[in-house]
């Protein structure tokens, strides 16, 4: 996974109208902890960081080089948490993690289906269970997918963790059972929908008009 550079400005006062100010002048308040430091709290450009993020092929998942201005302190961190502001749509604050290259973290990668499963062309549909996965790795190590091939599925097959492939030097933390992908038949579902809420619903009828009985 390749590393994207960032370059951020120490904050040296918080707060909220602070936070406030910050935001007004284009820039996102922000925060760098972990890697076994105390956390620093930052400041990054708003619209150097979201063009980064969009241009990256690795999105909010990739590895930023944090380059403190002024300075010839830089460290390697990732994205832990972004808040959103539900009405703007706009970035108001990023927690950064640092990483340590030559130790291993847990990260998320993102699950893609690949081809077109013969289950699904014989009038099927795709039960697509997993959309990302928890694995632990190097930093330098880190999948950018995991590219699941569902072209051999026919109708109520089923892909699990366990059935996937990854370097030896990933390692999986779900469930090995769980069913990341398959192939249900749609027509069939439904008429055993309807068939158990007939079975549900009979004793119900049943039962009232026993009841009318002992009146």
């Known amino acids: 996974m390749a590393e994207v550079t960032l370059e951020v400005t120490r904050r040296e006062n918080s707060g909220k109208e602070i936070s406030k100010k910050l935001r007004a002048a284009g820039k996102i308040p922000a925060v760098v902890y972990g890697g076994h430091k105390e956390s620093v709290a930052i400041e990054v450009d708003r619209k150097s960081v979201s063009e980064l993020i969009q241009k990256s092929e690795h999105g909010v998942r990739s590895i930023f080089l944090l380059k403190m201005s002024g300075t010839d302190q830089q460290r390697h961190a990732m994205i832990k948490d972004i808040q959103i502001d539900p009405i703007s749509r706009r970035m108001t604050h990023i927690d950064f993690v640092r990483v340590v290259m030559d130790e291993k973290v847990r990260v998320t990668i993102p699950v893609h289906v690949v081809g077109t499963a013969i289950g699904v062309k014989e009038g099927g549909l ?6 990302e996965l928890h694995v632990e790795c ?14 051999s599925l026919g109708s109520h097959d089923y892909l699990r963790i366990s059935d996937l492939k990854f370097p030896a030097s990933v390692k999986v933390l779900d469930d090995q059972d769980r069913v990341v992908v398959g192939v249900t038949h749609a027509k069939a579902e439904v008429v055993d929908a309807a068939v158990a809420e007939a079975a549900v619903a009979e004793p119900e009828v049943i039962k009232k008009g026993k009841v009318e009985d002992e009146k």
């Open 138 to 151: 190097f930093p330098n190590e880190i999948p950018d997918t995991v590219d699941v091939d569902v072209t």
């Open 126 to 131: 795709l039960d697509w269970q997993v959309r």
